[in-house]
């Protein structure tokens, strides 16, 4: 199978003159790149244009539930690299800022409206940033730039997109048997059974607004590999620098060389957190220097343990789980599911195979909710504007079906290989390429590094 350059900060290709800027989806990343690139050079000019009513929220900070906790601390929270107290200063100019050190875990209903308030300096008559509650359904190149076609008839031309259209989100279970992960779950009968498919971020919570609206009723996970998210707990990260990393070492090794920094750290007193955090910052280079081999066998074999040991929980949501199952409310059971169903007297129920055993058992459910999380094959999931770009051929699913595929400096590309001039994606929606692409630090210093090409480009 063939290579894949390794990572490494090598000169991007020249973007076309660029003044202003139509970029798609005002979610996290769509609003960091907004202001990113208003910030940087006067001469640019942004449209965001996001079909939902809210900007900056997304996926991730829409939540209504303040018990819906941010997994990374304030102090790694600013929406800049180069000026990482932003967001702690926000804060702590606002009431629910109160009391919160740089250590804290706010809520993510909180960062929302950060990400929401970023905008505001920018918006107003005469500024250089237009907002539109649009959809877009269709990007086309043509020859001085871009054209969007957006929902309702209007076209709107630019120099440059950015696709900010974050991941590939399945739409609603066509029988309404299965809630999504991030629907508003309806009032469900106190005691009743709830069975939750996946054990990742979203199962934890949708356990803590169960427990916290009342349920006493069992709730059962299912998830394949039985792995639950780790908790936060004081972390140095280790000193890990390029030169120590075997990059385009077989997958085996990797993790082998993994365990040994965490040994390390436990011998020098720390714990396993440590080495996860100082091997983190080279995720997105380790990624680039593997076979597309060995990225496949990472996603089969070592996805899980890294996600769990990555994406860690605070302390507080890691206790409520603990109680959770302590009081026998919450089991966890190792399996596959395959289907809801309807009994024949009309009642819900959840089929699984447990782990091992070939025979299907059906499980009693009130509600089954889906947290498997974000890895939904992206072109059956595709929304209207990426399905357009794959059926003309202006993008290709990558050959691991993890997203459209985007070169490693952001540029879409096409069925026949040639990369856009003036499509890029970031965020989720450009993970094909950097596989850690979904925190707010990993985003915002691709936003930070495109903001700076797109702007000497101007
Ligand atoms: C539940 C959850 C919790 C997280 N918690 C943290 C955390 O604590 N810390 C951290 O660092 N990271 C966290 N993350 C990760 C990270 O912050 C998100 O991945 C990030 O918000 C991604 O934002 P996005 O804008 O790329 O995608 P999304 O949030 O999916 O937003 C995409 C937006 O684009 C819009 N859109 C899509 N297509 C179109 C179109 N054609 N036209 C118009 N609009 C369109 C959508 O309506 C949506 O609003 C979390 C993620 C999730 C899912």
């Known amino acids: 199978m063939s290579r894949i350059a ?63 906790l941010l997994n990374t601390r304030v102090h790694n929270m600013s929406a800049f690299p180069d000026a990482p107290q932003h967001f702690q200063h926000w804060l702590e100019a606002r009431p629910e800022g109160r009391g919160k050190t740089p250590n804290t875990f706010v809520s993510r209903q909180t960062y929302g409206a950060y990400m929401g308030d970023l905008l505001t300096p920018w918006q107003g008559a005469g500024n250089r940033l237009t907002c539109l509650r649009r959809q877009v359904l269709r990007l086309e190149e043509t020859a001085g730039g871009v054209v969007a076609h957006l929902d309702g008839g209007a076209r709107l031309s630019g120099d440059l997109a950015v696709l900010a259209t974050g991941h590939a989100v399945p739409g609603p279970d066509p029988e309404g048997l299965v809630l999504g992960a991030w629907a508003t779950v309806p009032p469900t009968p106190v005691g009743a059974p709830v069975v ?32 639950m998210p780790r908790s936060h ?4 990260p280790m000193a890990v620098g390029r030169c120590d990393v075997p990059f385009g070492a077989p997958v085996s090794r990797l993790l082998r060389w993994a365990r040994g920094l965490a040994g390390e750290a436990e011998a020098q007193g720390g714990t396993w957190r440590d080495a996860v955090d100082g091997i983190r910052n080279h995720a997105a280079a ?7 081999e060995e990225r496949a066998r990472f996603l089969r074999h070592a996805v899980a343990w890294w996600e769990v040991h990555r994406h860690r929980i605070p302390a507080a949501s ?10 026998g409310q919450l089991v966890h059971r190792r399996g596959a599911f395959l289907r ?20 299907e058992v059906a499980l009693p459910a009130a509600r089954i909710i889906d947290c498997r ?33 985007v070169t490693d400096d952001c540029r879409l590309v096409a069925a026949d290989g040639r990369a856009s001039d003036r499509i890029l994606a970031i965020g989720p929606a450009s993970r094909a390429a950097f596989w850690e692409i979904t925190a707010i630090p990993d985003i915002r210093a691709q936003v930070a590094m495109l903001a700076a090409r797109i702007a000497a480009a101007a």
């Open 6 to 68: 390794p990572f490494a900060p090598r000169p991007p290709d020249a973007l076309p003159g660029c003044r202003h800027v139509l970029v798609t989806g005002g979610g996290a990343s769509g609003v960091l790149m907004a202001v990113h690139l208003l910030t940087r050079d006067e001469a640019i000019r942004v449209t965001l244009i996001e079909g939902r009513h809210i900007l900056g929220c997304g996926i991730a900070y829409s939540t209504r539930d303040s018990d819906h």
């Open 286 to 292: 380790i990624w680039q220097a593997m076979g597309l």
């Open 340 to 359: 809801a169903e309807r009994a024949p007297d009309g009642s819900l129920r959840a089929v699984i195979r447990p782990h091992g055993q070939g025979a």
């Open 196 to 227: 939750i498919v996946g054990s990742g971020l979203s199962m934890v919570d949708q356990v803590l607004s169960l427990v916290k609206s009342g349920h006493r009723g069992p709730i059962l996970t299912v998830s394949r590999r039985g792995q």
């Open 373 to 405: 999380g974000i890895r939904h094959d992206p072109e059956a999931n595709a929304s209207p504007l990426i399905a357009d770009l794959l059926a003309r051929g202006a993008a290709r699913i990558d050959p691991l079906r993890l997203g459209v595929e």
């Open 233 to 236: 707990a004081r972390s140095t």
């Open 318 to 327: 890691g206790d409520g789980i603990l109680d959770a199952v302590a009081r």
